[in-house]
């Protein structure tokens, strides 16, 4: 059999600080976004009024009486040398996880750094090595430090470009050593659905939030690139890339209008990685803007940065995929579900062509190292009469994704990394809850962070660890 998968591949998964560390006021850790994030049963992200939030419910959530599940995560803050040894366990070579800001920089505006935080990330990456674990880090992921919201109103505040960047220079400088892939910015392109979690502002109810998302996305491009040439100044073999979540489309119909539809969609979803591997704003965004009222604030010096810094790789998330109409009334793109997939519990497609063909249209595109930093499917799973979780569903997803990408990889596309999300259960992002469980190894906690926190490896665990065994040769 033949096998197009490079034996230096990176196989692993991926978490998030805020999602699994918990011990969010141990150590001088500082309040961060995720942590005034509450819980509700069975609620939608559409529902919770959190990750574009106002005035309003912002007080409300910051003030209320909740549980916030996101302050105790799973205990990876100080179970970390479990987690890894199960992880070792089934055999995977590299882990992409996030610094936590509030850690290093508790208000974000500090002087000096925090030297407890910076002394946790030492130990982390140092067993890492131990258990020969790669740690693939992203700098910024949905945890920004509260104070900089109520301050400087987030990333729409230019100050802030120099905070991140100081927070990032000392955090690539003290652990170089252990890594070598650094993202900048998780999910980039998200900043419309996460105005809060993603750009820490708040929407003021005053026709302007639109304006100031995109004010605050150029301020983390800036950012972004200014990481790169002070990375590069660190230490020239660094690699500094960018990551989107998968948002391409296909037509809802053949219908004229939909294909164009689907056409305009799509091109403002490459716009971010067109900027940051690109080095300058297209023409087509330049137009967006102006037939949308919005101003970017932008110097030449920005631009310069901009083109100068261009990043070296990139990372894409991928779940789902969605088609796109034209509506009726507006003309604009509107997203519909295709009626051909199947969905899980929480209305998620499964489509692992979609990941063939995301993945080999950026590479056509871009012709830069890619990675899958994030790719799997949330089930809410089971602990057997036998005391084990059989949960073929998500073997069935994985297997079918990683074929998708060993096709990409046939047709020429450089991917050298493959993390799933999450190789071990964690609080959801969206929901805060725990029962929408993606990972490989059971972790048992529930909604209301109850339960033994016992490490149950799932089926999926086993028929991981043969993957990563063969190289990725056992995938059809």
């Known amino acids: 059999m033949n096998n197009n998968i490079k034996d230096n591949f990176l196989w692993g998964g991926a978490i998030a600080a805020n999602q699994a560390e918990g011990d969010f006021n141990t150590g001088g850790k500082g309040i961060s976004t995720a942590d005034i994030q509450p819980y509700f049963a069975n609620a939608k992200p559409t529902d919770l009024h959190f990750n574009n939030i106002d005035q309003q419910h912002y007080e409300q959530y910051k003030n209320g009486d909740y549980y916030y599940p996101k302050r105790n995560g799973v205990h990876f803050y100080e ?25 290093i920089f508790p208000n974000g505006d500090e002087s000096e750094p925090n030297q407890s935080g910076l002394k946790f990330y030492d130990r982390l990456f140092a067993y890492m090595k131990k258990k020969n674990i790669e740690p693939i880090v992203t700098i910024f992921h949905y945890e920004m430090p509260l104070h900089l919201v109520e301050k400087y109103s987030g990333w729409k505040n230019k100050q802030i470009i120099n905070l991140f960047v100081k927070y990032s220079e000392i955090i690539i400088k003290r ?3 252990y890594v070598s892939y650094w993202i900048v910015m998780n999910q980039i392109n998200l900043f419309d659905r996460e105005g809060f979690a993603s750009l820490g502002i708040i929407d003021k109810h005053d026709g302007n939030y639109l304006q100031d998302q995109y004010q605050a996305l150029h301020h983390q491009f800036v950012a972004s690139a200014l990481v790169k040439a002070k990375a590069k100044l660190i230490n020239p073999q660094l690699k500094i890339g960018l990551m989107l979540a998968d948002n391409l489309v296909t037509p809802f119909s053949c219908k004229p209008d939909d294909v164009e539809a689907a056409f305009n969609y799509n091109r403002m979803q490459y716009f971010f990685s067109d900027v940051l591997l690109r080095g300058y704003y297209p023409a087509y965004a ?7 009222q919005i101003h970017i604030e932008m110097t030449n010096q920005d631009k310069k940065i901009l083109k100068d810094n261009p990043a070296d790789f990139l990372a894409v998330s991928y779940y789902w995929s969605h088609t796109v109409k034209a509506n009726e009334k507006s003309g604009q793109p509107e997203l519909v579900d295709n009626p051909y997939l199947k969905e899980n519990a929480w209305g998620w497609s499964i489509n692992a062509n979609g990941l063939y063909i995301c993945m080999s249209s950026y590479w056509d595109r871009y012709g830069v190292p890619m990675m899958i930093a994030e790719n799997g499917l949330g089930f809410n799973d089971v602990i057997e009469s036998d005391g084990k979780i059989h949960d073929n569903y998500r073997i069935a997803y994985h297997r079918e994704h990683l074929a998708a990408m060993k096709q990409a990889i046939a047709n020429g596309a450089n991917i050298f990394a493959y993390c799933s999300w999450a190789p071990f259960d964690i609080i959801s992002a969206g929901t805060a809850e725990m029962k929408k469980r993606y990972g490989f190894i059971y972790v048992d906690y529930d909604d209301e962070g109850n339960g033994s926190g016992q490490l149950i490896p799932k ?3 086993y028929w991981y660890k043969d993957v990563i065994d063969s190289n990725g040769l056992m995938i059809d």
Do not use: G
């Open 175 to 177: 652990y170089q050593k």
């Open 459 to 461: 089926d999926s665990f």
């Open 286 to 292: 330049l137009k967006f803007f102006s037939d949308n």
């Open 79 to 103: 179970r970390y040398t479990e987690y890894i040894d199960k992880l070792s366990e089934m055999h995977i070579n590299t882990l992409r996880l996030s610094i936590a800001w509030t850690r």
